[in-house]
């Protein structure tokens, strides 16, 4: 069982003791589920349990989590529009609830992030910046939080590689995108690393940080690294599929 889901039931019943309302032990069942990677059956009983308790931030956040983690179990792109849409409704709600949570910060940032995805381009230059905005929220309410620095690393390396036509463009037609550096990605991702070393999301977008900055030793060595670990986190299973297939166009 990860630890982090124990040090949250073990929150949760710090708070809540036995005997609470239905509300929790629809959470801790909810909880138990994400744990199993299983988020269509988390997010039915995160449903419920907002339903329950209505404007609750860590079950909105919690629900931001499932909508998001959905999408990687379809291959619709209108689905995975719409996932991520809710997502974002979700943490928007979260945050207006307890703005000064790290979590709940970083989940606008990867919201954004991902309905970037599926947006226009000036759309995803603007997404582009709140992700930037967010994440460096998230990382000043919490120096140590990893995923702060795991997002942070990647807006860097993926900014920093645009191509200088596209940059132009951005200049010239939406303003512009803040400094990135592929420097700066290495090191965000390297604390993502020593913060938790146990995630291999993190030694994949390393690899890719690495990578960028031009390091294609070290960086074969993070996609190894990660791909010798076991999943701990939904998002794992992409990641390592991505440094598999970075390896295979690696000399």
């Not at 794992?236 to 390896?247: M, P, S």
């Amino acid at each position: 069982m990860p630890a982090r889901f124990c040090l949250l039931l073990l929150a949760l019943a710090c708070v809540h003791p036995l005997g609470a309302a239905e509300p929790d032990r629809l959470l801790r069942d909810a909880l138990a589920a994400e744990s199993r990677f299983d988020s269509k059956a988390a997010l039915d009983l995160l449903l419920k349990a907002d339903a329950a308790r209505p404007n609750d931030p860590f079950i909105l956040q919690k629900l931001s989590r499932q909508y998001s983690d959905l999408t990687l179990d379809t291959p619709d792109l209108a689905e995975k529009k719409r996932l991520c849409t809710e997502a974002l409704a979700c943490a928007q709600r979260a945050v207006a609830l307890r703005p000064k949570d790290p979590v709940n910060v970083l989940s606008l940032a990867i919201c954004y992030g991902k309905l970037a995805t599926y947006s226009d381009t000036r759309t995803k230059i603007a997404y582009s910046r709140l992700v930037k905005e967010h994440a460096d929220q998230a990382a000043a309410l919490d120096p140590n939080y990893d995923y702060a620095h795991h997002v942070l690393g990647r807006w860097h390396y993926e900014v920093a590689t645009l191509g200088v036509a596209t940059r132009v463009i951005v200049k010239l037609v939406y303003g512009g995108l803040p400094a990135a550096s592929t420097a700066e990605a290495v090191r965000r991702l390297t604390r993502a690393t020593e913060l938790s070393p146990q995630l291999p999301a993190h030694r994949v977008e390393l690899g890719f940080a690495l990578l960028a900055d031009g390091q294609r030793d070290a960086a074969r060595r993070s996609f190894e690294q990660a791909l010798e670990m076991p999943q701990r986190e939904k998002y794992d299973d992409e990641a390592r599929r991505r440094a598999r297939a970075a390896l295979e166009h690696l000399p």
